[in-house]
């Protein structure tokens, strides 16, 4: 069994760590090692613990799940030549990961928080010579899409990376709204994780205006809350969410 060496103990990294768990051997790199005992009885699976004091990368399998800030002060700390480093760092560019760890073949990778139920849309791109190694690592957390260029990563990062907030923000306003028209807090949580798990199969396989098409019928329920929605410019919110997003992630790789 492979293993794969995580350098970073945080909210990312766990949730890759439970994708992976049962198909490689896993060891994390940290600064506190009562954080890394702490992660290991959180993933509830033996793992290789380090510090990240001049730690050996040499011929590992690295993915790099620290603050985007923080690459210079960790890379300072690590020695030798990865086989294959994967960076999950949010706007950092290619070359400049490069420029601070060696690795035989460098990649990007935006991975999300499903990664721990195995569901995560992981998108990629970097060198071509690693790509199939990538993808076979991350197909093992979900489904993974390979892009030719940096900023198409970027735009997906605005999506699929920070997609799960904006829907959680959904989530919670339709629970909300269940409330404050008379249902059960209880009942109004069960009705929408009911409604997600459905939407979640059908929106792979139908066009979303097609979906929503076949919801609406004329003078219905639907078609007044969607007018509500349209109302209170609910679309234009979520364009701008992804283009500020996207903005983001331009000026920490600057």
Same mark, same amino acid.
């Given at each position: 069994?492979?293993?794969?060496?995580?350098?970073?103990?945080?909210?990312?990294?766990?949730?890759?760590?439970?994708?992976?768990?049962?198909?490689?051997?896993?060891?994390?790199?940290?600064?506190?090692?009562?954080?890394?005992?702490?992660?290991?009885?959180?993933?509830?699976?033996?793992?290789?613990?380090?510090?990240?004091? @001049?730690?050996? $990368? !040499?011929?590992?399998?690295?993915?790099?799940?620290?603050? +985007? /800030?923080? *690459?210079?002060? =960790? &890379?300072?700390?690590?020695?030798?030549?990865?086989?294959?480093?994967?960076?999950?760092?949010?706007?950092?560019?290619?070359?400049?990961?490069?420029?601070?760890?060696?690795?035989?073949?460098?990649?990007?990778?935006?991975?999300?928080?499903?990664?721990?139920?195995?569901?995560?849309?992981?998108?990629?791109?970097?060198?071509?010579?690693?790509?199939?190694?990538?993808?076979?690592?991350?197909?093992?957390?979900?489904?993974?899409?390979?892009?030719?260029? @940096?900023?198409? $990563? !970027?735009?997906?990062?605005?999506?699929?990376?920070?997609? +799960? /907030?904006? *829907?959680?923000? =959904? &989530?919670?306003?339709?629970?909300?709204?269940?409330?404050?028209?008379?249902?059960?807090?209880?009942?109004?949580?069960?009705?929408?994780?009911?409604?997600?798990?459905?939407?979640?199969?059908?929106?792979?396989?139908?066009?979303?205006?097609?979906?929503?098409?076949?919801?609406?019928?004329?003078?219905?329920?639907?078609?007044?809350?969607?007018?509500?929605?349209?109302?209170?410019?609910?679309?234009?919110?979520?364009?701008?969410?992804?283009?500020?997003?996207?903005?983001?992630?331009?000026?920490?790789?600057?």
């Amino acid at each position: 069994m492979r293993t794969i060496t995580l350098i970073g103990n945080g909210t990312m990294a766990m949730a890759i760590a439970q994708g992976l768990k049962e198909a490689y051997h896993l060891e994390v790199v940290g600064r506190d090692t009562e954080k890394l005992d702490t992660f290991e009885a959180q993933l509830g699976k033996k793992i290789g613990k380090h510090s990240l004091n @001049e730690f050996d $990368i !040499d011929g590992r399998y690295v993915i790099l799940c620290v603050k +985007p /800030a923080n *690459l210079q002060e =960790v &890379a300072k700390k690590l020695s030798g030549k990865a086989e294959l480093l994967i960076s999950v760092l949010a706007g950092v560019p290619l070359k400049a990961i490069k420029k601070a760890i060696k690795a035989k073949h460098t990649v990007r990778a935006m991975p999300n928080i499903a990664a721990q139920k195995g569901k995560s849309l992981t998108t990629l791109t970097g060198d071509s010579k690693g790509r199939e190694k990538a993808t076979v690592l991350f197909n093992a957390i979900g489904r993974t899409l390979w892009l030719e260029t @940096e900023k198409e $990563i !970027d735009i997906a990062t605005a999506v699929a990376g920070s997609g +799960p /907030a904006y *829907l959680a923000l =959904v &989530a919670e306003a339709l629970n909300d709204g269940a409330v404050k028209m008379g249902l059960s807090r209880e009942n109004a949580e069960a009705v929408t994780q009911g409604l997600f798990e459905g939407f979640g199969l059908l929106i792979g396989e139908k066009d979303p205006a097609q979906l929503k098409n076949e919801v609406m019928s004329p003078g219905g329920t639907t078609a007044a809350g969607y007018a509500a929605l349209e109302t209170n410019s609910a679309r234009a919110a979520f364009i701008a969410a992804v283009e500020a997003a996207y903005q983001r992630a331009e000026a920490l790789g600057n």
